[in-house]
């Protein structure tokens, strides 16, 4: 066993580096387009995102359908409105959830190196409360000697 003296509460707190919120450093660098493309990628892959295009699909085709000739906007099998706007929002969403998950990857990032450095504290200041109660054990283990050679030397 190595024979290192454990650092003392004053020296471990000097060695403490303040723990900082990472969410709010991230969030505090993001730009307005940094928000709308994360705002955009949470929303986008939701339920309610996929029940809103499935219900306006259902709509469009409907409408387009089994209305009279005369109110139909795109009728069948033309649909091409549809299929334009279709387009349009596939081709503007796929880069902003794109943008949106490589912004929340650089997140998940900045908040792992967060985690290892809090254990890295963590394990300094855990082998200093090992090397103090090893250093407790053998004082107690001395204290017990020299009690038991006082007590058989009487």
């Known amino acids: 066993m190595e024979n290192h003296k454990p650092k003392s509460l004053k020296e471990l707190k000097s060695l403490r580096i303040p723990i900082r919120n990472v969410n709010v450093e991230v969030r505090k660098k993001l730009t307005s387009l940094d928000k709308i493309a994360i705002w955009i990628t949470n929303n986008v892959g939701s339920m309610g995102f996929f029940l809103i295009i499935f219900v306006w699909t259902v709509v469009w ?33 796929m880069p902003l959830i794109m943008i949106g998950q490589n912004l929340q990857s650089d997140h998940a990032e900045v908040r792992a190196e967060a985690d290892f450095e809090v254990n890295t504290k963590a394990e300094v200041e855990i082998e200093t409360i090992l090397m103090h109660l090893e250093n407790q054990n053998k004082m107690i283990l001395e204290i017990l000697e020299k009690l038991d050679k006082k007590y058989t030397e009487s």
């Open 61 to 93: 085709f409907g409408w387009n359908s089994l209305m009279p000739k005369d109110v139909r906007f795109d009728p069948y099998p033309a649909f091409v409105l549809w299929l334009f706007i279709s387009n349009v929002v596939q081709i503007f969403l």
